[in-house]
């Protein structure tokens, strides 16, 4: 029989091998896009992301979390979930669709009335493919995901570029979008043979929701949360400014989105099958945490220092006014796997109450402190979401500490000598901008250096994390 080490660490490197290359490819092939088309079609893109992201998530409504967490799970449950997700997602298409003329209006772009329509039968093809999904994370099986992610890739990127190349500006975006969805459910269906049986279960409906609703709503907030900077910047400044700022925070999110997604994928089916075990849980949510904060606070750090060379070089300088948004992105986004961590351990012991209760709190503060800053400009609104990030920290931890003692300051504590490293190490990735202005040279040397110097320092300080990963990756788990 497999361990539950052997199969956390299958999970956790197909998951890495899928995450990294789904976004590796996908990377350059929004580089090309972004090269041939403007800022102002990302940021027509941008101002109706928080339409279907809301939809998505009542489409959703923490279903495939409660899937996950049930050890019971049977067809019958699994059959009930993909009738409410089409049923719900046709219902929230035919909303949006008569919304649209609204919402371009809101935004005074026209041109938003038929993007909204297109892009919202998205929902509604993805609603297909959401138990697929399911099965696949509850397996802790990426390998697949690894395969579907890269064929859809491939495809829809090659159908994206032929595009922007002959000229269809954001049209270019919507399509790939678009055929993304309907490549990516076609390839469900076809690698994983599950099939719904004809029955909705009313009992069933009633369990899974009593446990996903507050997700939902968790879930919406968040959404509400994550676009709600969009609506605003795209309200009250150019589609440009929006597209500058989307560009930024696509980037600042490409490491911690993806170390937060294999984290959230792998340690909640793993740490559900020891939610019994409050020590051991403990344990290996310290050892989870301090790895995580290793991983992703350098990236962050060494993506923040080279982040002018970078973009000069992918994006050419029509971009530049998107570095200094990025830049400060980086400092709020490097905390996001660690806030996953926290959640996580609340749906583990089944508290989603507490989750929602957490998620009123935090985008409050949120909104609050978004409303403040937004009359000074998109830099200032950056700036705020440092604060949110670190607001959001303090708040996350209150219960983990609850529950686990693992609290605030002990989790500040594990977290402290890697962070420290990573500002020296994203200084000294910073160094060579001080004499040379090639940004090539900047580029290569400053990374060279950067990640030299955390890694020499962490094998001379002897960190504990370093031996962890290195293991992780170059020795088999017994």
Same mark, same amino acid.
């Given at each position: ?50 339409? !279907? ?40 298409? *035919?909303? *949006? ?26 929902? %509604? ?10 099965? =696949? ?11 579907? +992610?890269?064929?859809?890739? %491939? ?76 609506? %605003? ?5 150019? +589609? ?61 750090? =060494? *993506? ?15 971009? *530049? ?27 583990? @012991?089944?508290?989603?109450? =507490?989750? /929602?209760? =957490? ?16 009359? $000074? ?7 705020? !979401? ?6 959001? /920290? ?48 900047? /580029? ?8 030299? $110097? ?11 994390? $370093?031996?962890? %990963?290195?293991?992780?990756?170059? @020795?088999?788990?017994?």
């Amino acid at each position: 029989m497999t361990s539950l080490k052997q199969k956390t660490a299958t999970g956790l490197k197909w998951s890495a091998f899928e995450r990294f290359s789904k976004q590796g490819v996908g990377f350059i092939i929004s580089i090309i896009i972004a090269r041939i088309l403007s800022p102002s079609d990302y940021g027509i893109i941008g101002m109706i992301s928080i339409f !279907t992201g809301v939809s998505t998530i009542f489409i959703g409504a923490g279903f495939g979390t409660a899937l996950i967490r049930k050890q019971d799970r049977t067809d019958i449950d699994l059959s009930t979930v993909f009738y409410y997700n089409i049923v719900v997602s046709l219902f929230f298409y *035919l909303i *949006l669709f008569i919304s649209a003329p609204y919402i371009a209006r809101f935004y005074d772009t026209p041109i938003l009335t038929p993007i909204t329509r297109v892009v919202s039968i998205n929902m %509604v093809i993805g609603a297909f493919g959401s138990i697929q999904v399911t099965k =696949l994370n509850i397996a802790i099986d990426f390998k697949t995901q690894s395969k579907i +992610s890269i064929i859809a890739l %491939v495809i829809t990127g090659t159908i994206g570029i032929v595009m922007a190349y002959s000229g269809f500006g954001v049209w270019a975006l919507v399509f790939q979008q678009l055929a993304s969805t309907i490549v990516s459910t076609g390839l469900l269906w076809y690698f994983i043979g599950w099939k719904p049986v004809w029955v909705f279960s009313i009992n069933s409906f009633k369990d899974l929701f009593g446990f996903g609703s507050k997700l939902m709503l968790s879930g919406l907030l968040d959404t509400i949360y994550k676009n709600i900077y969009q609506v %605003v910047i795209g309200k009250m400044f150019t +589609s440009a400014d929006l597209g500058f700022f989307t560009r930024a925070k696509g980037l600042a999110q490409l490491p911690s989105s993806n170390v937060t997604n294999i984290i959230q994928r792998v340690t909640f089916p793993v740490l559900s099958e020891m939610q019994n075990d409050t020590k051991r849980l403990g344990n290996n949510y310290r050892k989870l945490l301090k790895m995580s904060a290793f991983v992703i606070f350098p990236m962050m750090m =060494l *993506l923040c220092a080279l982040g002018e060379p970078l973009i000069k070089i992918l994006l050419t300088d029509k971009w *530049l006014p998107a570095v200094p948004f990025m830049q400060v992105l980086c400092f709020s986004h490097m905390l996001y796997p660690i806030h996953s961590l926290n959640l996580n351990l609340l749906q583990v @012991k089944g508290r989603s109450d =507490l989750f /929602l209760r =957490l998620e009123i709190i935090k985008k409050v503060l949120i909104t609050i402190v978004l409303f403040v800053s937004a009359p $000074f400009g998109v830099l200032v609104m950056c700036y705020g !979401t440092i604060l949110t990030s670190i607001f959001s /920290l303090i708040i996350n931890t209150y219960y983990t500490g609850k529950i686990i003692q693992i609290g605030f300051f002990s989790q500040v504590k594990d977290m402290l000598p890697v962070m420290i490293l990573s500002f020296a190490t994203g200084f000294v990735a910073y160094l060579p901008a001080f004499f040379v202005k090639q940004s090539y040279f900047q /580029l290569i040397s400053g990374g060279i250096l950067g990640g030299l $110097f955390f890694i020499g320092a962490s094998y001379l300080f002897n960190f504990s994390e $370093f031996i962890e %990963v290195k293991n992780f990756i170059f @020795k088999k788990n017994k």
